[in-house]
């Protein structure tokens, strides 16, 4: 077992690559050792780097241990739905995982407390794409938004700042697209699509720029027909103006965008990559 007590700073440094590109996950059978006062802190870090939210299974009583729990991937579990398939429903997050992980604080070392992973994900790969809408906020984001609401923020301006600090990655509005573009979007396998506008400006300021993710381009490829909607006012510069391709989606039977660009010129011409 390592000596290492593992902090909010470091503690990424206890977890090894998942199969999944940016995605980590807990050493299995490996014991981390976390400080005890901060523990529970420490997990929620675990679970926004591994994509995965452990939920409480099993109390661990012995004379030896201050504090004990299992935890179970909270993918655990079997449900079969005897429902039709709505559409409006989301996914079932059951798929059977056995992955569990163990808490102890020994009496003999009240300093420190064990985490471990003692069973691997079944049936289960976490990855945050699929699973971000039932993953919770990591507790910094939630802190955030809690010390915001609490000094008297409006909701408005705590949403806004919840939207800086979770997609606005360089104070320079420039920089932080080009983090989107070229880095965030292409690690989901987005499809990035960049004009080159120097034909028709010599403002450096000037963008063109278009995305879409793996399933759009899906329905890309089955359909033949699109509708081009354009959305202004998207931002405080109103120059600036996105541009959505829009579908039939096959199984809501309604529009369905596929593709949207974004551009700040306005000249008539076409645009070349
Ligand atoms: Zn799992």
Not at 122 to 139: F, G, K, M
Not at 149 to 173: V, W
Not at 200 to 214: E, K, L, T, V
Request: with cysteine; glycine share 4%.
């Amino acid at each position: 077992m390592s000596n290492t007590i593992f902090n909010l700073s470091n503690v990424q440094n206890a977890l090894v690559n998942s199969p999944t590109k940016g995605i980590k996950m807990l050493p299995l059978d490996v014991v981390v050792k976390v400080k005890a006062s901060e523990w529970e802190q420490y997990l929620d870090r675990i679970q926004s780097l591994c994509s995965t939210k452990w939920n409480k299974c099993r109390k661990l009583c012995a004379r030896e241990l201050i504090y004990g729990e299992t935890k179970k991937c909270h993918q655990a579990g079997f449900y079969i739905s005897d429902r039709n398939v709505c559409l409006a429903q989301k996914d079932t997050k059951l798929y059977y995982c056995e992955a569990t992980i163990f808490i102890k604080q020994y009496v003999n070392n009240p300093e420190v407390v064990l985490i471990c992973m003692t069973n691997n994900h079944t049936n289960h790969v976490p990855d945050n794409t699929s699973e971000i809408r039932t993953l919770p906020l990591s507790s910094e984001a939630i802190k955030i938004i809690e010390d915001q609401l609490k000094g008297g923020s409006t909701y408005r301006n705590t949403r806004i700042s919840m939207k800086n600090i979770l997609y606005k990655f360089h104070s320079d509005e420039n920089k932080s697209l080009d983090i989107w573009m070229h880095e965030k979007l292409p690690s989901q396998n987005y499809c990035i699509f960049t004009g080159n506008l120097s034909a028709y400006s010599n403002n450096a300021q000037n963008f063109a720029f278009g995305f879409p993710s793996p399933s759009q381009m899906m329905l890309m490829r089955i359909y033949q027909s699109f509708c081009l909607d354009t959305t202004y006012n998207i931002s405080a510069r109103n120059i600036e103006i996105l541009y959505s391709l829009v579908t039939h989606h096959p199984d809501t039977g309604k529009g369905s965008p596929v593709a949207y660009m974004i551009i700040n010129n306005h000249s008539i011409s076409s645009i070349n990559q």
